[in-house]
């Protein structure tokens, strides 16, 4: 069975710094894929970045990048610059084996302060 | 159009009541899921289907079912809706596509059971 652990409910941010949002992963599939995901208030599932457990180079989208630890089994999100538009619950989630479905973590909640 | 439909988008029913779900996707995916989202819980599989005839159950697929009319729709049925199944749910698809597996999520229906 696969696991996502998220252990911050909630952090805050000052507008234009950076942050990191946490995640560890349990698995036992030797390929799996791991995901950041962004839900504002609207409801709306939001792909940020996906990283690859056989990539070499940590993921970046813009503003998100990935920092990868596979020994440690980390998939924390670095958000760089944050912006106001930024406010909202992010999920982790991992995706391996067979059936290719999501786990997903239970989320933190993001507040950027202005 | 959205490439996941789902509706309705917002439901209030009464305990007891049959309520269905719709999903359809103009992706083209194989695979289709159903998710349920309460606060602090992140998402939770319900059911996913590979194909039309490859229905899955999740891990909380009690007092639900689903339907593959096709391989563009996936429905959700509650056959006897109970309050704790309000929730906020998702349909979503994937296939594999490059580096990313290509999930992509509906908008989300929003529903109430009173």
């Known amino acids: 069975a696969q696991k996502i652990t998220q252990t911050q409910p909630g952090m805050f941010v000052q507008e234009k710094e950076a942050v990191t949002l946490d995640c560890t992963y349990d698995?036992?599939?030797?390929?799996?894929?791991l995901f950041w995901y962004k839900q504002p208030s609207s409801g709306e599932m939001i792909f940020l970045i996906y990283q690859g457990s056989y990539d070499q180079q940590n993921a970046t989208e813009g503003r998100y990048s990935l920092n990868f630890q596979k020994a440690r089994k980390s998939a924390n999100l670095v958000i760089s610059a944050s912006q106001l538009g930024d406010s909202a619950m992010y999920f982790c989630?991992?995706?391996?084996?067979?059936?290719?479905?999501?786990?997903f973590g239970k989320g933190t909640l993001l507040t950027v302060n202005p | 159009d959205a490439d996941v439909t789902q509706t309705p988008r917002n439901r209030i029913t009464k305990t007891g009541k049959r309520i269905m779900l719709e999903c359809s996707q103009t992706?083209?995916?194989?695979?289709m899921y159903w998710y349920r989202q309460d606060p602090g819980l992140g998402l939770r599989l319900i059911y996913y289907?590979?194909?039309?005839?490859?229905?899955n159950k999740g891990e909380i697929s009690d007092g639900y079912s689903v339907s593959r009319q096709a391989q563009a729709k996936f429905s959700l049925s509650l056959e006897s809706a109970i309050p704790n199944q309000t929730a906020l749910y998702f349909c979503?698809?994937?296939?594999?596509?490059?580096?990313?597996?290509?999930?992509?999520f509906g908008s989300g229906t929003r529903l109430t059971v009173v």
């Open positions: 989630a991992i995706s391996g084996g067979s059936n290719y479905k999501l786990t």
């Open positions: 289907s590979f194909d039309v005839k490859d229905i």
């Open positions: 698995t036992s599939d030797p390929s799996y894929g």
């Open positions: 992706k083209g995916h194989d695979r």
């Open positions: 979503a698809t994937s296939d594999r596509d490059r580096n990313n597996y290509g999930y992509t």
